[in-house]
């Protein structure tokens, strides 16, 4: 990166002097159509300008309520460009959490994508005081003689004679943003308690973006798909990385379409959480699950030449000749299908948001596609550490990026300190001094260990830890990780603090389970699926199989299946995917106490 790069105003500027004809890419009217470089430039002064011309001043807050979309990086850019701050909000929230973000921040204006998020806005308008403005990016127009409402050409429009007039007063008002002051709000996601707004400067973001891109070959010849939330400081670090190398953005049209887009794009890198992994490689264990006993015995042959390929590379070792060749002709029987879905230029992906199982690390590098796995939160801009090209170690998460401290307190709590840690919680000092100690470490709320060549490992969050009545601790995540590898679990949710033994809370994968009851001619009541002798029976040997290789105290001696899965709507997963644990445990205590009660009466623990 540029030595003058110092603010993410100064990214803008750079990339819309790129001379990029195809800066951005969007699917409209069932086309890819490129974004050049100027009129990105041009779309974002004129559109800043025009806030201007409605009064946002340094220091307002303006909301982002929008799926990805060129607009949404416009918008963010002419927000900053104004000296204002960006609060984005996830486009899958209700309208009341909507409401709560908007309230705390005393957000001024918003810009929505669609006719549906502005349903939501003008649903709980009343009781955001200080919002004065709605900007529509597509689908709805102000009616004759409603104030308030704008079109997102609306406001460009207004900036455009004061852009034509005075060439370089966006630069002039750009440039008044220093390192130090507040770019945005993200508020977390909140899976212990109330959302919290972590403010984050210009320097926080910038400061990742360089670490970053000196750690994983993000190119200007590349270009990278954009999928998971901008909302979500993980892509919107990613989205100013690309940015700050001139690298071409695809805007996926949305995760159901991912399979299409990627295929159609041809893109050379992506982002995503393990979840999306997760899913990626249900879907081709399933495939391979209901196909012929030959595909499954190749398939499971072609893993173990990955997983023993993998074992020398990851120590920098040389790879025998037989291995070498069984590997080559593994990947043209196997692999080399499972990375045509990526596409032909496709190069590597990043993983963060959650710990990356090492199963589902190991599946995909020994299958030849590169995950480079990281850590961060939102509090620290996002990234602390990263694994790279020549730099990677399988069951971590890399080494810290450069400029960022680690040490590991005396309860094995990974702390930070460094210029990517935020300024603090909007309006919540107290909050703030919790987070942050006097000399500056950030507490992550991670359990993690460095091991002697300088890698991070996470173990588990530290309020997730359980206790057993016995004093026994357990790590819910890898025990979760552990059971995950059923084809049959989609998601368990591990529960015992203060018991006696370890319960599982079960979504099942209904695809999979359905076409099991099928192949045995049964029915079943999928609403009342927990009530099932045979598809308890079922679960009960999947939970037999894993508690066969556990320590008493990591068994699960208990478990309920859940009728349907998690949602964002219901409150029971965050936007970023996260289990919340304390309100599935609130939610289903009773359900719970049943499980204990029905388990002690067996007399299973």
Known sequence: MASDIRTLNDIFLSAAAAGKPDLLLSRVGGQWRPIAAADFGFTVRALSLGLNSLGIQPGDRVAILSENRPEWAMADYAILGAGAWSVPVYPTLPPGQIATLLSDCAARAIFVSTAEQLAKVRAIQQRCQALEYVVVMEGASPAPGETGLLTFGQVVDRGRPTLEMSPGVFEQRAARAKPDDVATI????????????????????????????????????????SFLPLSHVFERMLDYAYLSRHSTIAYAESIDK???????????????????????????????????ALKRRLFEWALRIGRER???????????????????????????????????????????????????????????????????????SPVIAVNGPGAWRLGTVGRPIPGVEVRIAGDGEILTRGP????????????????????????????????????????????????????????????????????????????????????????????????????GQLSADWAAVDANPDVRGLFQREIDAYNASRPHHEQIRAFALLPQDLTIEDGSITPSLKVKRRVLENRYQALIEGMYQAAERSHVA
């Open 186 to 225: 993200i508020y977390t996601s909140g899976t212990t308690g109330e959302p919290k707004g972590a403010m984050l400067t210009h320097g926080n973001f910038v400061s990742n973006v360089e670490a970053c891109c000196r750690v994983v070959p993000i190119t200007g010849d590349a270009t990278a798909l």
């Open 258 to 292: 991912l399979k299409d887009n990627l295929l159609e794009l041809n893109p050379h890198c992506f982002g995503a959480v393990p979840r999306v992994y997760e899913k990626v490689y249900a879907r081709i264990r399933e495939r391979v699950d209901t196909g012929s």
């Open 310 to 380: 993998l074992s020398f590379e990851a120590k920098g070792k040389p790879v025998p000749s037989g291995l070498a060749w069984r590997a080559r002709v593994a990947d043209r029987l196997v692999f080399a299908k499972i990375r045509h879905a990526l596409g032909s230029r496709f190069r590597f992906a990043v993983s963060g948001g959650a710990p990356l199982s090492r199963d589902l690390a190991e599946f995909f590098l020994g299958a030849g596609v590169t995950i480079y796995e990281g850590y961060g939160l939102t509090e620290t």
């Open 420 to 519: 990517h840690v935020m300024k603090g919680y909007y309006q919540k000092p107290a909050a703030t001094a919790e987070a942050i100690d006097p000399e500056g470490w950030f507490h992550t709320g991670d359990i993690g260990y460095v091991d002697p060549d300088g890698y991070l490992a996470i173990t588990d969050r530290k309020k997730d830890l359980i206790v057993l009545a016995s004093g026994k601790k357990a790590a819910p995540q890898p025990i979760e990780n552990e059971l995950k590898k059923s084809p049959f679990i989609e998601l368990p949710i591990v529960v015992g603090d203060r018991q006696k033994f370890l319960a599982a809370l079960i979504v099942p994968n209904f695809a999979r389970l359905k076409q099991w009851a099928a192949q």
